[in-house]
């Protein structure tokens, strides 16, 4: 079942806003389209194409690690974690969808960095498969954060 919480995009939007995708490895098929739904709204957007950024992590989550690193860099003004992790039969996926969340939640509010949250936690990959329209979900809603922050930092 596609959910699409389909909202519009901010009244102001800069080009200039730096963009950094960080996503699993796993799932590549899933995630690969997660990763083309939020490419396509920051270019209806109108953001640079160089502003945009893909960067790889082996697992989901490794993804915070990575979006510490890239805010550290000051490289980005938003960061998006994509990725897919499918529940198995011990505790391990929920431990690990868990911590990611908790992370990028403590990274966000920490350095006031939008870092939206699309890592998939589902049962089957069936359930992602059906859910591909999050990465473009992450976009908009990075591009509204940044929309709503920016005018208080100088």
């Known amino acids: 079942m596609q959910t699409d919480q389909h909202f519009p995009l901010p009244a102001r939007i800069s080009s200039g806003w730096r963009i950094g995708i960080v996503h699993s490895l796993y799932y590549p098929d899933i995630v690969s389209k997660l990763v083309a739904g939020a490419q396509a709204v920051f270019k209806e957007a109108g953001l640079a194409p160089g502003n945009v950024r893909t960067y790889a992590a082996p ?52 350095h006031r960095l939008p870092f939206a949250f699309e890592i998939l ?22 591009l509204h954060a940044l929309a709503q922050i920016e005018p208080l930092h100088p």
Request: charged share 25%; no cysteine.
């Open 59 to 110: 697992g989901s989550f490794e993804i915070p690690l990575i979006g510490a690193a890239l805010i550290a860099s000051k490289e980005v003004d938003a960061l998006i974690a994509l990725g897919v992790i499918v529940e198995g039969e011990t505790h391990h996926a929920a431990l690990i969808a868990g911590e990611a969340a908790r992370a990028i939640m403590d990274l966000q509010v920490r």
């Open 121 to 142: 936690y589902v049962r089957e990959p069936e359930q992602a498969r059906a859910r591909t329209n999050r990465g473009a979900e992450a976009a908009r809603a990075v």
